[in-house]
Every structure is written in structure tokens, then in C-alpha cells.
């Protein structure tokens, strides 16, 4: 493109910026420091010299000052209410003790109901949980839901048991910590949001979104978790073009092709597939993700399947059919067995390459043995994973080898699935990680298994490109910025860019141009790059101050 500003001449409502001395992270142009964005699109990426013979009045021109402009991040497995209410709520990722807990609940302000969320008794001193009628003291008789860092358990006061009626339902055993049947039903309780509380937490989190880089995010909604409303109010914020991009999943059983369509159908929204949150199993944290051999620290105890192999693989054949994405949370490798023989079941009914060509996904895929990678690749599975697990919970003495033992080391395959050709797309979980998208790259690259690290420039890519294409989105272009794709991009301001490569053996990183790879942000500095602008489709969704101070 010669002149990037003529087409706005013609359309004087299109605006035109131009972003100049910087670095941009393109394949157009490894050199790249300077980029035309036209309306929605990305019309011109080049030289700071070329930059200057092209600007003009009529252009916005932000002058990066060093900064990195990179392609937008796609969280691809968040929860948005319940980040939301994480948000505002109770922060109880940092308490190490029962009393300080407790502490924190007789602390909290004014309302019905004290929430919280991020509580992990394996990090305590003393992993020994409040009882009944110490959270009842601590909350003066309200009603108490803290969701454990998990979210796949809780502690609830006695005045929650009675509201949402947990006595004699499975999972409540006469203590605060509720999983499985009685964890959904407080829950639930705990959540009976109007809509326009609903629609404030959803906000606030994609708030959050937009301000670390965030130009889209997987929404894993199911009935379990926060009901049909909830998911459409996400999908609804799509609407207005000013948050980052819902990708709206659907976490419930279908038993026929006619099932799926009907659920579709009455969701009434733009529901992707079928798949995210649709446990096959629990977490390893509350002990719930199904494994084949017991728990190191619950002896004869070896989590929970909550669907047969026919459920899951009917699921598997009728979203195949109906041309869907079908998919499950699976964590555990009992739970995960159970996943393969589903596929396998799946594609004796219907064939194999229908399977195939529904590009199922399954999410969090922690415990997954060589011979597991190859059937996932073999039906072209995407996993959904989420390198913060790693990070927060995967080193010596962590919570995985309390649970696991010596089958922690070889959690969180990402190498593994790499090369085998499994697609691999990343995310947080959030509320159990946080937005933090570098942090997540940054945790590829030191996982705690060094035969599993991967290099920066493949896990950006996962958490950038691969995300856009776990949704089957048809557009090649999504992810990059090269002239004609959409302009979705956020500004970083960096101490040092660099080509990192997750093999110690070697020397880990480069500066040389002469390599013509893109650079990315060092990410051995202790600190994490900052977020200026996020701007989705020519829009911007967040800015920082400095930007054009």
C-alpha cells in the first residue's frame, strides 16, 4: 500500500493512526517499526522511513516511543461472572492458616453473604480447615461461600447449608468444605445474581481483560456453573464492540444431533460448541479429577468420573453430526481414558474422519501419557491448557506432588503436545489464575519438568494465533498482523526485547536481526511487561495514561 491514508479520504467516519518507532511483532516484516491502522484493519506495516514520506494530517500518529505492538492475547478458558465476583470479592489466595482465614471473613464489609475465592490449604501451615461453627462465628451468622482456588470446591457457612438446602445431598459430610453435588448447589445459592449485578461483574472482568492485552476470551459457561442467563448476557456484551470479543461455549450433554441443534437453538446466542466445562472429572486440588491409581495423600481414594464413556462418546458422535464442537473439562488420567475411549466409540458409530473434522476440544488435559498424546492428535483434538497450573502448583513440594506423588512431574504435557501435532491453545481459568498473559508465557518457558518448556515465540503463538483457531475461526489472518487482517493488537511497554527458546543447553536468547524472527519481550526481568493500549478491530478497548502523554 502506498498511500495507507487514501481510503479514509474517500470514508472521512474511518479513522486512521499510524504507530511509529516501535517494534511491531509481525511476519510481514521482522524489521517492522512502524503500522497503518485504517478503520478495522490493518493496512500497512514498515519502516520508521517509510513512516515519516506517509504521514499526514489526517492521521492519528502515536509515537511508541520503544514500545512493543504485538497481536492481541485470547484468553481461551475464562469465567467472567466468576471472575468478576473473585474481583470484588474476599482475596484469600494469600492466607496460610484456618485463623487467618477466618480472620479475613469477621473483616468483610456489610451485605447477606460473604464470598470469597482463592483459599488453598495445601500452602497452609496447618492444612486444617475451619469448622461449621467457626466460619458461623467469624460471619456473624451470614451466609459464607469461599470458593477454593479451584473453584471445584468451597467452604460454606451454616447458614448457606440451610439456604441452599445441602443436607443429605452427596458431597456435604457435616463440615464446611462442600464438593461434587452439594459444591454446585451452594454455589448456585451463592449466586443468585439479578441481571444487572450479573452484567457488573461480567463488565469488571472484562475490564480486566482489556487492560493486560486481551483482545478475545473463551467463556466456559454450563449449568452447573452460572445457567443459560448467564452466558447470554456474556455473549450480549459483543454488541456494543467495546470489550474484548466473547467466545461463548456451552458446557451440557447432548445424546442426539436433533439434542444439539434444540440446545443451540435455545441458547439464543453464538454459542461455539458444546464443549469447555462439561466435566468428565473434578480437579487434582479437591481430589475430584478421576485417576487410575489413588490419591499420594488419600489413600483409597481415587477421584470422580461424572459421565460413562457411552454419555460422553454419544455427546462426541451427535455434536460430530450436527457439524459442533464437542468437548469436555478433563483433568485426571482415569478421566481422560475415559475422553479417548469416547472418541474412539464415537468414530466406530459415525467414522473417524467426521470426528475428526468437528474439531473437538478438551480442556486441561493435565495427566496425559505418551500414548494418550497420540490419540488426541490422531482425531485432532485441541487441548485447552493452562501453563499458570504449572507455575502455581507444579514445583517440588507443591500441591500437585502432595496429591500426586512422583505423576506429578510428568503434568501439563505442553512439549509433548507440540510434537506430536496435538493443536494446543492456552489460557488462564480465571478466577483460578489471573489475567496475566506473560506471566502464562513466561510459565511455558520455565515449566517446572524441563523436557516439557517450550520457547516464547511457540507459547505467544498459543496464547495468540492458536487461540482464534480452537474456535474454528475461518479467517487465516486472525492473530497476525500483516496487511487486510483485522486490527486487534495491544501496545507493551518492554524493558528489552529478544528471542527466547526454552532449551537450557543452549544460549537462551538472541538480539540478532539477523535471525529475522520477531522479538519478544524479555521475560527474566521480575517483571512483566506493562499493557499501554488493547485495541480490538480498529477500537480501543483500554488505554494507559502515558500512551500519548
Not at 499510524?18 to 517499526?33: H, Q, V, W
Not at 511455558?444 to 515465540?457: D, G, P, T, Y
Request: hydrophobic letters at 40%.
Amino acid at each position: 500500500m502506498n498511500q495507507p491514508g487514501a481510503p479514509a479520504a474517500q470514508n472521512p467516519d474511518r479513522k486512521v493512526t499510524l504507530y511509529r518507532n516501535g517494534s511491531i511483532y509481525t511476519a510481514a516484516d521482522p524489521f517492522a517499526t512502524a503500522m497503518v491502522v485504517d478503520g478495522d484493519t490493518v493496512a500497512w506495516v514498515g519502516s520508521e522511513q517509510a513512516a515519516t514520506s506517509i504521514a499526514d494530517a489526517s492521521m492519528e500518529v502515536i509515537d511508541l516511543r520503544g514500545a512493543l505492538l504485538a497481536p492481541g492475547f485470547v484468553d481461551s478458558h475464562v469465567h467472567l461472572t466468576e471472575t468478576g465476583v473473585a474481583l470484588a470479592g474476599l482475596q484469600l489466595a494469600h492466607v496460610r492458616s484456618a485463623q487467618q482465614l477466618l480472620d479475613a471473613v469477621a473483616g468483610a464489609s456489610d451485605g447477606r453473604i460473604v464470598v470469597g475465592h482463592g483459599w488453598d490449604e495445601t500452602a497452609w501451615d496447618d492444612p486444617r480447615l475451619p469448622t461449621l461453627e467457626e466460619l458461623d462465628r467469624a460471619a456473624g451468622g451470614k451466609e459464607v461461600y469461599l470458593s477454593r482456588i479451584d473453584v471445584h470446591s468451597a467452604l460454606v457457612s451454616p447458614a448457606l447449608v440451610v439456604s441452599a438446602g445441602l443436607t443429605g445431598r452427596d458431597g456435604f459430610g457435616g463440615t464446611p468444605h462442600v464438593v461434587r453435588d452439594a459444591h454446585t448447589a451452594a454455589r448456585r445459592a451463592a449466586r443468585n445474581f439479578d441481571d444487572e449485578t450479573r452484567r457488573a461483574y461480567q463488565e469488571r472482568a472484562l475490564g480486566e481483560a482489556a487492560a493486560n492485552g486481551y483482545v478475545a476470551v473463551a467463556e466456559m459457561a454450563a449449568p452447573h456453573i452460572s445457567g443459560r442467563k448467564d452466558l447470554q448476557l456474556a455473549d450480549a456484551w459483543n454488541r456494543t464492540g467495546s470489550m474484548p470479543l466473547v467466545l461463548p461455549y456451552w458446557g451440557e450433554l447432548a445424546s442426539s444431533e436433533q439434542h444439539v441443534r434444540s440446545i443451540v437453538d435455545g441458547l439464543g446466542s453464538g454459542v461455539l460448541g458444546l464443549a469447555g466445562d462439561l466435566n468428565i472429572d473434578g480437579s487434582i486440588g479437591s481430589r475430584t479429577a478421576a485417576l487410575r491409581a489413588e490419591y499420594s495423600d488419600a489413600p483409597g481414594h481415587q477421584g470422580n468420573l461424572y459421565l460413562s464413556v457411552d454419555e460422553a462418546a454419544a455427546h462426541l458422535a451427535a455434536c460430530s453430526l450436527a457439524g459442533v464442537q464437542g468437548g469436555f473439562h478433563v483433568i485426571g488420567d482415569a478421566g481422560l481414558d475415559a475422553a479417548l475411549e469416547a472418541l474412539d466409540v464415537a468414530a466406530r458409530e459415525i467414522g473417524e474422519q467426521r470426528v475428526r473434522a468437528a474439531g473437538h476440544r478438551f480442556e486441561h488435559v493435565e495427566l496425559a501419557d505418551q500414548q494418550a498424546v497420540e490419540r488426541l492428535a490422531r482425531y485432532s483434538v485441541t487441548v485447552s491448557v493452562q501453563p499458570g497450573f504449572d507455575a502455581a502448583w507444579g514445583e517440588a513440594g507443591g500441591l500437585y506432588e502432595k496429591r500426586l506423588g512422583e505423576r506429578s512431574k510428568e503434568m501439563n504435557a505442553f512439549a509433548s503436545f507440540y510434537s506430536n501435532g496435538v493443536p494446543i491453545a492456552f489460557g488462564s481459568d480465571s478466577p483460578v489464575t489471573p489475567l496475566r498473559p506473560w506471566s502464562s508465557v513466561r510459565a511455558c518457558l520455565e515449566h517446572n519438568n524441563a523436557k516439557e518448556r517450550i520457547s516464547a515465540r511457540a507459547a505467544f503463538l498459543g496464547h495468540t494465533r492458536a487461540g482464534w483457531r480452537a474456535t474454528k475461526n475461518p479467517n487465516p489472518l486472525m492473530g497476525q498482523l500483516v496487511p487486510g487482517a483485522p486490527a486487534s493488537f495491544a501496545v507493551w511497554e518492554v524493558e528489552e526485547l529478544m528471542v527466547q527458546v526454552a532449551d537450557s543447553r543452549v544460549q537462551s536468547w538472541s538480539t540478532d536481526p539477523r535471525a529475522r524472527t520477531p522479538l519478544l519481550p524479555a521475560l527474566d526481568t521480575g517483571s512483566d511487561p506493562v499493557c499501554l493500549q488493547t485495541v480490538r478491530d480498529g477500537i480501543e478497548l483500554y488505554s494507559h495514561g502515558s500512551l500519548r502523554a
